[in-house]
């Protein structure tokens, strides 16, 4: 079986599995139900299979090449903002508030190598429309939560709208071009 990878970021799937781990290490303190158990498995089991899936099952099919992002240009400053914005310094609280400031711009180096490329196979943007629509459907959620429960939290809020923008661009060009039936999405100015 061969799995061509070229367009995808393993750097961006590294940051997401980053993501769930920080975010889900209350699975081994905390039980809330069964489903939300088996749910935060099944996400790290997930992020890991495509991390191993991009970097050792089929690593000749990987662009490292074009993967070229500076992850330590999110990192730093999203543990600084973690630092400088959780509520409490616990340990949950404190990888919980990196994992939704990581989620945010786990999406650069992904958009990062479209644009350094200049273009973007069909099913690469389709994950991509997709995964930045799950976030921008936060909005409702928040909208919900504010009016049935009188309450935001600041540091989901802000870093969603933050990661909301990022795709705007992208989700214009979606519209525009795949949209309109173009099997590869091109950019109008490749960097």
């Known amino acids: 079986m061969f799995l061509d990878l070229r367009g995808i970021s393993g ?11 920080t975010r889900y290490l209350d699975l081994f303190i905390v039980f809330i139900s069964y489903y939300n158990t088996i749910m935060k498995v099944v996400f790290l089991g997930l992020s890991y299979a495509t991390v191993y899936l991009i970097y050792i099952r089929f690593r000749n099919s990987y662009d490292s090449e074009n993967d070229s992002f500076r992850v330590d ?10 630092f400088l914005e959780s509520y409490e310094i616990t340990p949950t609280e404190v990888l919980w508030t ?38 921008a459907l936060y909005i409702g959620n928040w909208v919900w939560r504010y009016y049935t429960e009188y309450t935001l939290d600041k540091v989901a809020v802000v870093s969603g709208v933050v990661q ?16 309109q039936g173009n099997e590869k999405m091109s950019l109008p100015i490749p960097v």
């Open 11 to 21: 750097k961006s799937q590294l940051l997401f599995a980053l993501v769930f781990t």
């Open 73 to 82: 240009f999110l990192l730093v400053p999203v543990t600084a903002l973690t």
């Open 98 to 135: 990196f994992s939704i400031f990581l989620e945010a711009v786990a999406i650069m180096p992904q958009l990062f190598m479209i644009t350094k490329t200049g273009k973007a196979e069909s099913i690469t943007t389709h994950y991509l429309f997709f995964l930045g629509l799950y976030r």
């Open 164 to 179: 909301t923008i990022f795709y705007c661009d992208f989700f214009y060009l979606y519209v525009t071009n795949v949209l």
